[in-house]
């Protein structure tokens, strides 16, 4: 029924029963990412990403990445993230982005080694924490990807709206950020 009715032709939002909450717990946590920033090496651009989604110079709401970059005479390709560094942006309402959380935590690389037996094709994973009260990291945009989100922890919004052009569908590309003004008086399908 799912590949029939949604695959690469509907979204499909499926909330977990009551007493199904707890199912996940364990999988990939505060805590759990916690941990893995303060015990791994992981470098900005590669393993994480730091992102607010904010009004910029222009007065127009786009994301912002806040990742440290290598000084022009470093021979470094990726500066290293220190976890301090980017605790104090998360508490500041920014959104942490952890690029290849299957290389770090063995229950998401269990979950992709299914996932790819299921579908015969590579699958990759990001994992996003975006702290309360900000609800938002990431402009709007497609991905070139069917793309599975799954809520472990809170609550989050998402506005999913329908191809704006027949270019849209089933794109090759993934789709530059969306501006307010794009998605002016345009209804989402799903909210």
Known sequence: HFYETYWEKK?????????QRDRLDGFLSLASIREILKGDKLYYGKDLNVTNYQKGPDGVQRRITL???????????????SDKDVWEHWEKGCTVRLLCPHKHFAPIHALLSMLELEWGCMVGANAYLTPAKSSQGFAPHFDDIEAFCLQLEGRKRWKVYAPLSSGERLPRVSSADYTPADLHD????MD
């Open 186 to 189: 345009i209804e989402p399908m």
């Open 11 to 19: 979204p499909l939002l499926v909330k977990a029963a009551e007493q």
């Open 67 to 81: 990742d440290k970059l290598p000084t022009p005479d470093s021979l470094q390709e990726h500066v290293v993230a």
